[in-house]
């Protein structure tokens, strides 16, 4: 049994044209690697408006397919896959409690719709009369130990939907546990049951970094199976990009950031920081922004000193004068403590200048 786990599209009516091509991505991807279906784990919309919106672009897409495409709902979509509407011929709804579907593959596939108020354990007397080993898709919370590092993150972002607790799944046969509902990247563990989140197929916010990727789901006879990240080929992605300015060094971070933008990959879109100093930071702003602005990412994040009106203390001047030229005699960036000295310095002149000790 082979499949595509995809989930958090979150198509939304003013960014349809660049989500899209990530579905046909997805779709493209399911072909090349001959899968037998392709499983949306929930909010492939960001609401049931954008759905009616967007119903028919999908439509077309998923006929491109000619092999099953699972939509399970999500709390953003919840309300979006009702009897009357139309995804394609071959596109099934996960519309019941506690949808089977038996014709996808070797295991059945049992799909959890999100529900408000409600997680895996309202379903368990269901799930303990499966009659051999399925796949369970859900869209919400799973807590396990291993996972609480970045569970609190994540939470944080998304809410807390559909709890799954270690012990709603003891004793189940639950070969493979598909998830959705946390965006910033792929994870996946094997105990207690292989379970796996893809992460948003589309970045939504600006701290889903990194390229996106879907799930390659292999499940053969009684072995545990195997899950591969695999991304998404000209799929749009953010990359984080940080830079620090020290005093008199201006000129450098735009050739920094000259170098960074270079060596973008297709489909990248820059999310730029920017903290330190600057002589005249108005201007350092204007130029960085427009610099960025044929890239469509977010806005930069600027947090600049404007450090002009300490170079009227001579003391102050030459020190970073020095301090440059120790930097430009080495030919390489500054290092951690000459950046932490011109902080200090920068901190106490600034003090000094407003009549602080």
């Known amino acids: 049994m082979k499949f595509i786990h995809a989930s958090d599209l979150h198509l939304r009516a003013a960014e349809a044209d660049d989500q899209l091509n990530t579905l046909r991505a997805i779709v493209a991807l399911a072909r090349e690697r001959d899968a037998e279906f392709i499983l949306m784990a929930g909010d492939l919309f960001d609401s049931d408006h954008d759905a009616n919106l967007l119903r028919p672009q999908v439509r077309r897409v998923l006929e491109e397919w000619s092999r099953p495409t699972v939509l399970l709902p999500g709390n953003h979509d919840a309300r979006s896959y009702g009897p009357t509407a139309d995804y394609g011929p071959q596109a099934i709804l996960a519309q019941e409690d506690v949808s089977r579907f038996d014709d996808l593959g070797e295991l059945p596939l049992i799909c959890l719709p999100y529900q408000p108020e409600r997680g895996l354990s309202d379903h368990r007397a269901a799930l303990d009369r499966l009659d051999r080993p399925a796949v369970v898709a859900c869209h919400g919370t799973v807590y396990l ?5 970045w569970l609190r ?40 049951v292989l379970c796996c989140y893809p992460g948003s197929a589309y970045p939504m916010t600006i701290r889903e970094t990194g390229v996106r990727s879907v799930a390659l789901v292999q499940l053969e006879g009684e072995s545990s199976g195997q899950v591969e990240a695999v991304p998404l080929k000209g799929s749009t992605w953010y990359r984080s990009i940080e830079l620090r300015c020290l005093p008199r060094q201006e000129e450098r971070i735009l050739d920094r950031l000259e170098k960074a933008l270079s060596e973008l990959s297709p489909g990248a879109r820059p999310v730029v920081s920017v903290t330190g100093y600057a002589r005249d930071e108005k201007a350092l702003r204007e130029q960085l922004e427009k610099r960025l602005r044929p890239f469509g990412g977010p806005r930069p994040r600027i947090e600049l000193f404007d450090y002009s009106g300490l170079l009227e203390n001579a003391f102050y001047g030459l020190f970073v004068e020095n301090l440059q030229e120790e930097s430009d005699d080495r030919s390489a960036e500054p290092d951690a403590v000459t950046e932490k000295a011109l902080e200090i310095i920068t901190l106490g002149f600034s003090r000094l200048q407003k009549g602080r000790t």
């Open 145 to 149: 130990r291993q996972w609480l590092g």
């Open 153 to 192: 993150q994540e939470r944080e972002d998304v809410g807390d939907y559909f709890p799954i607790y270690p012990e709603d799944l003891k004793d189940l046969p639950i070969r493979y546990l598909a998830m959705g509902h946390f965006h910033r990247r792929f994870y996946h563990t094997t105990a207690p």
